[in-house]
């Protein structure tokens, strides 16, 4: 076994020279890019189960906007996000979630400048999403009172009916008949009598309702205290419903994804207060839907390439209207053959750890023809952990080395490759680290968990994994510094 490690070490050796003369085809961010390096601020008093994920989302005028999943290091959230087209009016928005993947902080800042070339230092702090409820509440209604007789004798009986209700469900009404004299068989229900004192004149009962939150609401009837003829008092109030007069939405023609502004106007004769409620029969999300003004956005494609947006507005009284419009959904055009692109880029840190230290790589790249991708990982120096992927996007964890060649600094590539074959490369770099002894490390190559080194003067240099004997120093021992391979 040490005769045939020997010789897959000098096969690596002599293929490391070649590798090194023929590289090439990564590329590093355009100049018109810039990136920014962002710190996440959470309470202090959370513990480590309250945020378990943070995700941030840039967007601005001029650019795609992105989401970013932040890595926690030392104790913060953030990291250094790539490839940021330069501009300003740049807006980062940061959501906190916990175990249950439940959103408990947000925040933003904005507007940012990025500038072509540099790193903009961004902190957010984040506040508590669900802040205490504040108090909301109807008053509960009087929807009825019949006195009968309207007009009794002295020391005669009036029969009361009442009925009321309460637009909040679990309210409960309490009830209060009151008058400057008389008295009440049952002064805390809605079915009730009153005894007429013995002077003549007009009387005014009053029925109080009030709900278990403080609202009340009172109406009143006058009974007059007389001989004379039976008769009724009847009181009647009109309610005229709202009307939408007209509902608008801009653009009227959208894709998947895409937002639009939807509007109604509506009108009251009687000036009552109005409420809106909007629906949409095509899957998508709603923001601000109980307003007049909301912004809906679609989700999925609607049979038939429509879909139709309505409005329920109501008085409050019983009164509603609804409205309705319907806007076309637009479909994406093909694209020709070419090749993928990575459209973002993601690394936890911008300098070298301390060695054992670990930094986190992303990318996320978008493919023209809509065909899938598949990612691979190269590096320079260091080890590489198992690579997790998406359809869309590619992760791994890169490992520091105990030193780092002077004068090259590590460096990870990814690439990505769609499936007609055609690929795009994207260059990470990592600034600083711990440097080798001088004149250590001429030509350096990785293995999957091990790396050589061939220095000016001929010999080869080994260290990391050893489990199976190939770094070629006769023991199958790991070694965190090299150690030179013998008889090559």
């Given amino acids: 076994m040490r005769q045939e490690s020997r010789s897959g070490l000098a096969c690596l050796a002599l293929g490391l020279m070649l590798a090194l003369v023929g590289c090439g085809g990564s590329r590093s961010p355009a100049e018109a890019e810039g990136s920014a390096q ?41 990291g250094v996000l790539g490839q940021l087209p330069a501009g300003t009016g740049r807006t980062f928005s940061a959501q906190a979630f916990d175990a249950s993947n439940t959103v408990r902080y947000a925040g933003q ?102 709900d278990s939150k403080g609202a009340s609401a009172s109406l009143s009837v006058t009974i007059t205290v007389s001989t004379g003829n039976g008769s009724a008092a009847v009181n009647v109030a009109f309610n005229t419903w709202p009307q939408v007069t007209g509902v608008t939405v801009l653009p009227s023609s959208v894709a998947v994804g895409q937002a639009t502004q939807v509007t109604a106007a509506a009108s009251d004769a009687d000036g009552d207060s109005l409420t809106y409620q909007w629906t949409a029969s095509c899957a998508g999300t709603w923001t601000n839907a109980a307003s007049a003004s909301a912004g809906f956005t679609l989700s999925a494609q609607p049979s038939g390439g429509t879909c139709k947006l309505t409005v329920l507005v109501q008085d409050g009284r019983g009164g509603q209207g609804t409205g309705s419009l319907t806007f076309y959904v637009s479909t994406s055009p093909t694209a020709g053959q070419f090749p993928p692109e990575v459209v973002e880029t993601f690394q936890s840190v911008a300098s070298v750890p ?25 590096i320079s120096a260091g080890t590489l ?12 964890l890169w490992t520091a080395p105990s030193c780092i060649p002077s004068g ?46 061939l220095k000016q003067d001929g010999t080869v240099w080994a260290w990391g994994s050893n489990v199976s004997g190939q770094l070629g120093d006769g023991t199958q021992t790991d070694r965190l510094t090299p150690v030179q391979v013998m008889n090559l």
């Fill in 408 to 453: 090259t600094p590590p460096t990870v590539t990814a690439t990505v490759t769609n499936a007609l074959g055609l690929s795009a490369s994207y260059l990470f770099s990592l600034q600083g680290g711990s440097a080798c002894a001088a004149g250590f490390g001429a030509h350096l190559a990785a293995g999957d968990h091990h790396t050589l080194a």
């Fill in 385 to 396: 952990g198992t690579a997790t992927s998406t359809a869309i996007t590619s992760e791994v």
């Fill in 109 to 210: 800042v904005t507007p940012v400048t990025i500038q072509a070339g540099q790193t903009t230092a961004v902190t957010l702090l984040l506040q508590e999403v669900n802040a205490p409820a504040a108090f909301d509440n109807a008053a509960p209604r009087i929807l009825s009172l019949v006195a009968s007789p309207g007009t009794v004798a002295p020391g005669g009986q009036v029969t009361l009916q009442a009925t009321a209700d309460d637009p909040n469900a679990g309210d409960s009404l309490t009830y209060a008949w009151t008058a400057p004299s008389g008295s009440f068989s049952a002064p805390s229900s809605l079915a009730s009598s009153w005894t007429a004192p013995g002077a003549a004149g007009q009387v005014v009962l009053t029925l109080t309702v009030t």
């Fill in 38 to 78: 962002v710190v996440l601020t959470v309470p202090q008093a959370l513990s480590a189960s309250d945020v378990v994920r943070v995700e941030l989302t840039t967007s601005g005028p001029g650019m795609t906007t992105r989401t970013d999943a932040l890595v926690k290091t030392g104790g913060q959230w953030g």
């Fill in 354 to 378: 301390a060695g054992g230290g670990t930094v986190v790589f992303r990318v996320k790249a978008k493919d023209p023809q809509g065909s899938a991708l598949s990612f691979a990982w190269a």
